[in-house]
């Protein structure tokens, strides 16, 4: 069994959350619960659960600031929130998982199923998402992606370009390595469009900075500085055009 502990100020959405647990993740035991920061440190210095539920706004403070005073994160968290865009985002950019109150059982089938195949490092996963919590004002320079077996903490400099491939993203590095991500090129275009990548065409998301040309014949197609062809779709051909006016 899965042990798990789930902290949120809100003794209802405690016991609604554990019926959902029963119903849709019966390998998952509960084997402790608290209604806010204090009581929920407490209770972690004591008990070591695999997987923890976490409330972000509970009335003693934040699911942040209770993670803040554990001296190690050993067990996956996944946060439940009602939260803005700025810490949606956040999640994004460290590979968190969240869920969003009300709970969806889908999304929450879909975030276990992503904990039972993780292999992965809390601390070093939780330092990417204060990083980004806590420096909102200026960009965030690294990014966590989802391989099969791992979560790479890649620097967004070196990405030259990502390409869809179904429901999965294949980056391409300055180093000419690749890797395969098991989300939709939509989902980063959303989170790094403020770092100067753009979409040129339904299936290629281009960092500008390594635009090398621009082919106007056969079609239209970028050179990266990797010597990569990307194609230009026809309808982004006059936003490509202004936006290379404009690097």
Request: net charge negative; proline share 2%; aromatic share 8%.
């Amino acid at each position: 069994m899965v042990k798990a502990i789930i902290i949120d100020d809100i003794e209802l959405a405690r016991i609604t959350f554990k019926k959902d647990l029963e119903t849709y993740a019966p390998d998952i035991e509960v084997i402790g619960e608290a209604g806010g920061v204090v009581e929920g440190a407490k209770l972690l210095r004591t008990v070591k659960p695999d997987i923890l539920f976490l409330d972000i706004q509970m009335q003693d403070g934040s699911g942040f600031d209770l993670l803040d005073v554990l001296a190690d994160i050993s067990f996956k968290i996944i946060f439940i929130t009602a939260s803005d865009a700025h810490a949606i985002k956040a999640f994004r950019y460290a590979a968190i998982d969240y869920l969003m109150k009300p709970i969806d059982p889908d999304e929450l089938v879909a975030a276990l199923e992503k904990f039972r195949k993780s292999y992965l490092n809390e601390n070093e996963k939780y330092q990417l998402l204060n990083e980004s919590l806590k420096n909102h004002s200026k960009l965030n320079e690294r990014l966590a992606l989802h391989s099969q077996d791992k979560i790479h903490i890649v620097n967004i400099c070196d990405i030259i370009r990502c390409e869809s491939n179904v429901n999965y993203t294949e980056f391409h590095f300055n180093n000419a390595k690749k890797l395969l991500v098991s989300k939709t090129l939509k989902e980063f275009e959303d989170i790094l469009t403020i770092h100067q990548f753009y979409r040129v065409h339904q299936s290629h998301l281009v960092n500008t900075k390594f635009i090398r040309e621009y082919v106007k014949i056969e079609g239209g197609h970028l050179i990266m500085n990797d010597g990569s062809m990307v194609p230009v779709s026809t309808r982004k051909k006059p936003e490509v055009m202004k936006m290379l006016e404009e690097l």
